[in-house]
């Protein structure tokens, strides 16, 4: 059907959980979903399709950066139809007011990457945005479940040791948190009016210097999570 995903079309549920690691997106499926089937192994890019509390959610692996992000989010937009995108990754935190552990809601993404400049052309600073009724409904969940979660900017690199940029100038401007997938996420989700949304975690602090491990990366950060699917049985 696509050239990474080896699924037929109906295999993907319209909605669907993005994280960016492979184990993550195992753990999710064999955690939270009942009746959970491999959709795909390409690449080792697992993607799995089951059900939460009743709800036919999918879960998809895309990989670091925005390049492997816009691969992904594109095909199971166009070839699969997908049109609610949430992604559930790792940040790492900058603002002095960000803890380690706590959960992200990217309002909004800052990016060093050319994609808004090759999709738009010089001049033109386009903001890539989530999707208000996901952010809304996120942000009200969280409270609910009396989460510590933070809504805001992130900035999205181009490149993972990216000596030469100025994070305090970001910090100083507001930015939350760096990662390297929304931006490609959000811009993609306008030009296919879809609805998209990025829930984050924060596994380290670029600033203190406090990180979590790779294991828990991989098979913990359950409140981001469990929020996404707060979130999905509300749609």
Not at 154 to 181: Q, S
Not at 196 to 209: D, P, R
Request: aromatic residues 8%; proline residues 3%; hydrophobic residues 45%.
């Amino acid at each position: 059907m696509s050239t990474h995903i080896d699924a037929k079309k109906s295999a993907i549920a319209p909605i669907v959980l993005l994280p960016g690691d492979p184990l993550r997106a195992k753990y999710i499926a064999e955690t939270y979903l009942t009746d959970a089937v491999c959709y795909n192994t390409v690449r080792n890019a697992f993607g799995y399709t089951g059900y939460f509390e009743g709800v036919r959610v999918s879960v998809q692996a895309t990989g670091m950066g925005i390049p492997s992000m816009s691969i992904y989010a594109t095909e199971l937009m166009v070839d699969y139809d997908v049109q609610v995108l949430i992604r559930v990754g790792t940040a790492g935190g900058l603002s002095p007011d960000v803890k380690v552990r706590d959960v992200i809601l990217a309002q909004g993404s800052t990016t060093d990457s050319s994609i808004i400049l090759n999709t738009f052309g010089a001049g033109m600073y386009f903001a890539p945005l989530a999707d208000f009724k996901l952010l809304d409904q996120a942000y009200h969940e969280a409270q609910a479940q009396g989460l510590s979660v933070q809504v805001g900017n992130v900035l999205g690199e181009d490149r993972f040791y990216n000596d030469e940029i100025d994070r305090h100038k970001l910090i100083k401007y507001g930015v939350l948190a760096t990662e390297m997938e929304t931006p490609a996420l959000y811009l993609l989700a306008r030009k296919y009016q879809r609805q998209a949304l990025a829930i984050l975690t924060v596994s380290n602090h670029l600033i203190t210097g406090e990180e979590t491990t790779a294991i828990e990366r991989q098979t913990s950060f359950d409140d981001m999570i469990a929020l996404a699917f707060a979130v999905v049985k509300g749609l």
